[in-house]
């Protein structure tokens, strides 16, 4: 394997879009070899936190809810946006649980960070495993939010995996950084 930088040089950038939730701008670019690469399309989108969340009898906390892109209801894991209120990404995590669930958490473990499409989303997805979770207050749900809570079982929560009832990709990859953290995890 080479040493050498594959990183390309950003020339001029140009928002076609610019809203609070989605930026969209065309990029001219050239490569270490001089190629130069015009368009070159990137979607900008705020920070995200999520989080596999788990109560004090260790049963999992999870949402329903409708997503308009795709036209379905969805099971997902608890999360949003990181505030610019938020102090960090443990405190974005928390707050999101708190407004979407209403439980608070005795720990959040930072999981690592992943990307829903690199080549074109220059945001990450924050992930963490929280535990000791209770119930503390009705949620707190923004304007055009409509949030069932669910609870299952360990035991369910990997059997929904099994029979592919997460579609948010990146929340299966905290799914399983978690179950792997958890030692609920078998590979091989």
Not at 141 to 160: A, G, R, S, W
Request: glycine fraction near 6%; charge should be negative; aromatic fraction near 10%.
């Amino acid at each position: 394997m080479q040493d050498r930088s594959l990183k390309w040089k950003t020339i001029s950038s140009e928002y076609l879009f610019n809203d609070t939730w989605l930026k969209a701008r065309k990029d001219r670019c050239e490569r270490p070899d001089g190629k130069i690469i015009d368009p070159y399309y990137v979607m900008e989108y705020p920070t995200w936190v999520t989080g596999v969340g788990l109560t004090s009898d260790e049963k999992v906390i999870l949402i329903r809810q409708y997503r308009h892109a795709l036209g379905e209801e969805c099971i997902e894991l608890p999360g949003g946006c990181v505030d610019s209120t938020d102090k960090d990404y443990e405190q974005a995590v928390r707050r999101e649980f708190l407004e979407e669930t209403g439980y608070t958490f005795k720990t959040a473990e930072y999981l690592g960070r992943s990307s829903a499409n690199p080549s074109t989303n220059s945001n990450l997805l924050h992930m963490f495993l929280l535990t000791g979770g209770e119930a503390r207050q009705e949620q707190e749900l923004d304007h055009n939010e409509e949030i069932d809570v669910l609870v299952v079982t360990l035991d369910e929560f990997k059997q929904m995996l099994l029979e592919n009832k997460f579609i948010q990709s990146m929340h299966v990859t905290n799914i399983f950084y978690a179950l792997q953290k958890l030692g609920k995890l078998q590979l091989m």
